[in-house]
C-alpha cells in the first residue's frame, strides 16, 4: 500500500530524528505492507521552512540509503504545508511541492482554527489547477465543532485526509468517533499514517485498515487503498457525494 502523509526524512521537522530512525520508520513500514511512502516534511509550521528544492534532494538522498540498505521501500517527495494567506504565491515561486509533483497539495490547519480565509484560498489553488488535501481534519478543535465547515469545503472540491491513529483510537475515542462519522459522510478519501517516529507517533496504517475492513468491508478498503495509488500518479480519485454530519446526532454521540 501507499502512505502519502509521513515525517520521515531525517532531521528537517519534529518526524525523524536522524538517519537511523528514518531507516527503522522504512522497516516497521514495510512490515506494515507499505511499498510507497509520500515524505510529508512540516512546511511554515513551527518555523520548519522545507522548500521544494531542499526536500527534492533530500528524498533522492534517502532513495539512496534504503537502497544500500536493501529495504525495499519508494520514496516520493512532498511536502504538509501549513496553511498561510500567501500559500498561492509560495507555489508561484516554487517553495510549495505537490505530492509527487501531481495537482494534489497536503495542506494542514492549525489544531484549533480554520482560517476565514480558508475558501478562497483554496479557490485560488484550484484556478492554478491544484487540489487541495486536507490533512488530519479530524484533529481540527473547530471542524470537530462545526463539521459544516469540512462539508463546504469538500463540496467545493477540496479533498481530505484521515490519520490512521485517529481511525485505531490512538488520539482517544472522541477523535475516533468523529474520524468514522467522516467516512459514513463521505468527507474523506485518504487514509495515512502522518507517522513521526517509531515510537509514540508510527504508523498504524495495516491497523487502520483491518478496522476499516470490519467496520465496512472489503469495498472501503479498497476505495482508500487505490485512492491513495491515484493520488501519486496524479490522477483522478474516488468520490462520493459529501453529506452534512448532523449537530444533533453528533452531540448525542459524545
Ligand atoms: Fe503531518
Known sequence: MVDLHCHILPGVDDGARDLSESIEMAKIAVQQGI???????????????????????????LNRVLLDEKIDIKILPGQEVRIHGEL???????????????????????????PRYTETLFYD????????????????????????????????????????????GNFGKKIMK??????????THFIASDAHNTRSRTFNLHEAYDLVQTKYGNEMVYLFEENAALLIEGDHVYKEVPER??????FNIF
Open 35 to 61: 511499498h510507497t511512502i509520500v515524505a510529508t516534511p512540516h512546511h511554515l509550521n513551527n518555523r520548519y521552512e522545507n522548500p521544494k528544492q531542499s526536500i527534492l534532494a533530500r528524498v533522492e538522498e
Open 88 to 114: 498561492a504565491e509560495g507555489y508561484d515561486l516554487g517553495k510549495i511541492l505537490p505530492v509527487n509533483h501531481t495537482q494534489y497539495v497536503l495542506v494542514e490547519f492549525s489544531s484549533n482554527h480554520v
Open 125 to 168: 489553488l484550484q484556478n492554478k489547477g491544484l487540489i487541495p488535501v486536507i490533512v488530519h481534519p479530524e484533529r481540527n478543535q473547530e471542524i470537530i465543532e462545526n463539521p459544516d465547515i469540512l462539508y463546504e469545503l469538500v463540496q467545493k472540491g477540496a479533498l481530505s485526509q484521515v490519520t490512521a491513529s485517529s481511525i485505531t
Open 178 to 187: 468523529f474520524t468514522y462519522q467522516l467516512i459514513d459522510a463521505n468527507l
Open 245 to 250: 454530519i448532523k449537530k444533533k446526532r453528533f
